[in-house]
């Protein structure tokens, strides 16, 4: 008998017969013998109704409030989805994120999981019962304060649940098979991938994978829980991430990449003609951090000698360029730079995998595959078990094909899958 | 400065414009110096909404659940009218039942209060800001679970939550001017009452007066909390029902009548042939007691000396004629009655008034109105405030009129209002 955390997204408890459907899956997960708790988000549209709702009343809505306004969301999900398994004769309760003890920091709209304290979850579980659990929210430690967890947010409350209550496997069931070696609306061939390291799912994840959020994995790698992403249409296995790539006892000969991610929400700024003198850069890169910006990939062009200036580029989320730019052009005069460029234009292309480690000439082979293919690189960063480059983001798509095929990623036959993101 | 806590029912937050309205009122009772505490019921149709969303899950949902629910209709209004008041310059914050200590037994569906325990609110009043409260719901003592308090339940949260915070007053806002002499749909000329004791305001509640529920009117007694039945569409002063019908000061003439209300839901059960011998009424009411059903007026009739049998009416909630019918119908070998008839097509009529009880003559002067129109009274019942009469239904519009003419409750000129029901 395991324990088994299941996080149901949005589009999966969409309306009535959704959730009825839902509903049997977990009373058959129960039935078969399995403890079962049930992470839940709100229902399809529910909130970007409530969004639009508040949008009508003001259009600065104060965070506390609309944490509060859109945890009315789960409230209504988990409570029909606790009726609809109850309705099949398996007893289920459902919980606030309160009642299950996500203890949360007081950032409203973004609180991050300070602790999961899941007493009542777990004596529900004991009484035989199904527990089914608000996604998305938790409350403050000290002034019980309703806060919810941003985007993936349920999925983080599914990881962080499973992580407290140690889980066997926790399942993200979503609208996709599973973890695809590329978006398949851009290559058909692509591949679900059977097994896959922490590791390269949060490389994944922050090149642009959509379908596990990047904090989520980071909670599910802490804590060492194993997460099955899959699809609520069927009953296939989907993709296993958890800290080994292949199952204990099969052969170690593991895959090169994992996958090739792609990300068209960055922008690039190019800093033009920066004195090259010390402290100059770190000089930029405070004013940047100073605006609440996160940076991606930075390149320094080398330094003309003649005129000791250099460029300075890097990328940022494309939604945070007008705070960086006004940053930036407050600073000009103690910087000293000429200009200031804004391309929101480029795509980035990420291979990720383990095995380039132990494996020369991955890079050697993209840069090929890329140049064949005739596109060109903007810029390059790579970590130890990913490279990224940044090209033009009308050249992404072919640039995505191109490097898919070159790993040899594509599979025999083209997948009918149809790839979306995950819910909140 | 005063506190005043108001209470707004689902219809004056209805949507964005509404609440907008609603929240511009509450500024102004801010801006002008007295601290304001807000108990909000759900927008509009959403609690029927989210019912009908049940209903389409199952037939009969948990009550625990349902209580989960239904409090998240409060949760969108409350925190949309936080946003709203805060748009204008006045900062708010909303609670739930919970984190306003709203502590409840664990009846989900009709929970009564236990205590109110309201540190958070009178923290929020103290820092200067309008703290708005989730009506109708709280939590059990122990668990934690949400509750909700059934009918009229944002009423009683307001008055309950005004008794804890010594509130100055307590102000019911609803989409009619106040409690009136009767109907005004029945009886254009009606008036509206400005003020009426707690005991009048009780048996107005009880026999079918709509705008307070029993509950909140019980509660407001009990704590001394006066409480002022008002209009959200207007700010002319509505009804103050308190402990004294007059004001301080002012000559206590007080009118002998304060209004009559009617009673449509009520259905009549008479048992015939009952054998007359000690033991059997209270054989009878015990039966009907151990289904789950309130009895309100209860006629024996003289015992037939030839037979000693007799027969046994009673009223009782229309909806509750099937329990007690068929426990009666169990029950029949040993009650030894002949037949049962049950009759759902009768009207109440309830003449209410302190002044009653030190003028003679009140009954007699309700008999000879009702005989003058024609209306044949099927059961009277009285209290020391109170004449109700039982009548045909549909001759309980006409009894009504001549009623309140015969004492002298119409006024001068029509008045143009809409009587509803208050929300939840």
């Known amino acids: 008998m395991a324990l088994i955390v299941q996080k149901y997204g949005g589009s999966s408890v969409a309306d009535a017969d959704s959730i009825k459907r839902v509903a049997k899956r977990i009373a058959e997960a129960k039935r078969a013998g399995d403890d079962v708790v049930v992470v839940v988000s709100a229902m399809g549209d529910t909130t970007d109704e409530l969004i639009d709702l508040a949008q009508q009343i003001t259009p600065l809505p104060p965070q506390r409030e609309m944490d509060i306004l859109l945890t009315a969301g789960e409230r209504i999900s988990m409570s029909l989805l606790a009726m609809a398994i109850s309705n099949l004769g398996v007893e289920a309760q459902s919980f606030t994120g309160q009642q299950a003890g996500v203890i949360t920091d007081?950032?409203?709209?973004?609180?991050?999981?300070?602790?999961?304290?899941?007493?009542?979850?777990?004596?529900?579980?004991?009484?035989?019962?199904?527990?089914?659990?608000?996604?998305?929210?938790?409350?403050?430690?000290?002034?019980?304060?309703?806060?919810?967890?941003?985007?993936?947010?349920?999925?983080?409350?599914?990881?962080?649940?499973?992580?407290?209550?140690?889980?066997?496997?926790?399942?993200?069931?979503?609208?996709?098979?599973?973890?695809?070696?590329?978006?398949?609306?851009?290559?058909?061939?692509?591949?679900?991938?059977?097994?896959?390291?922490?590791?390269?799912?949060?490389?994944?994840?922050?090149?642009?994978?959509?379908?596990?959020?990047?904090?989520?994995?980071?909670?599910?790698?802490?804590?060492?829980v194993p997460v099955h992403v899959r699809s609520s249409f069927s009953t296939h296995p989907g993709t296993l991430v958890t800290d080994a790539a292949t199952e204990e006892g099969a052969p170690m000969e593991?895959?090169?990449?994992?996958?090739?991610?792609?990300?068209?929400?960055?922008?690039?700024?190019?800093?033009?003609?920066?004195?090259?003198?010390?402290?100059?850069?770190?000089?930029?890169?405070?004013?940047?951090?100073?605006?609440?910006?996160?940076?991606?990939?930075?390149?320094?062009?080398?330094s003309v000698a003649s005129t000791g200036r250099t460029d300075i580029s890097f990328t940022l989320p494309a939604t945070d360029g007008a705070a960086a730019t006004a940053a930036l052009t407050r600073h000009q005069p103690d910087i000293g730079f000429t200009s200031l460029q804004y391309d929101d234009t480029i795509g980035k292309l990420s291979l990720i995998g383990a095995g380039m480690k132990s494996h020369p000439g991955v890079s050697a082979r993209l840069f090929a595959a890329l140049?064949?293919?005739?596109?060109?690189?903007?810029?390059?960063?790579?970590?130890?078990?990913?490279i990224s480059v940044v090209t033009r983001a009308d050249q992404l798509d072919d640039a995505v094909r191109a490097v898919h095929t070159a790993f040899d990623l594509d599979s025999a036959d083209e997948q009918a899958v149809v790839y979306g993101g995950t819910g909140r």
């Open 106 to 224: 007081s950032v409203h709209g973004k609180a991050r999981i300070i602790d999961v304290t899941p007493s009542r979850i777990q004596q529900a579980v004991d009484a035989g019962a199904v527990a089914i659990v608000a996604g998305f929210q938790g409350v403050t430690q000290h002034t019980n304060d309703v806060t919810t967890l941003g985007r993936g947010g349920s999925d983080t409350t599914a990881v962080a649940l499973a992580a407290a209550l140690q889980a066997d496997v926790c399942e993200i069931y979503t609208d996709v098979d599973g973890v695809f070696t590329a978006d398949p609306r851009i290559v058909p061939s692509a591949r679900k991938i059977d097994r896959i390291t922490y590791d390269e799912m949060l490389e994944m994840a922050a090149s642009g994978a959509k379908v596990l959020v990047l904090r989520c994995v980071e909670y599910a790698r802490r804590y060492g």
């Open 254 to 302: 593991q895959p090169i990449i994992a996958g090739v991610a792609h990300d068209r929400s960055e922008a690039k700024i190019t800093i033009v003609d920066v004195p090259d003198v010390p402290g100059k850069a770190a000089r930029i890169f405070e004013v940047v951090a100073g605006s609440g910006v996160n940076l991606d990939m930075i390149v320094q062009n080398v």
């Open 371 to 386: 140049s064949d293919a005739g596109i060109n690189i903007e810029m390059i960063s790579t970590s130890e078990i990913r």
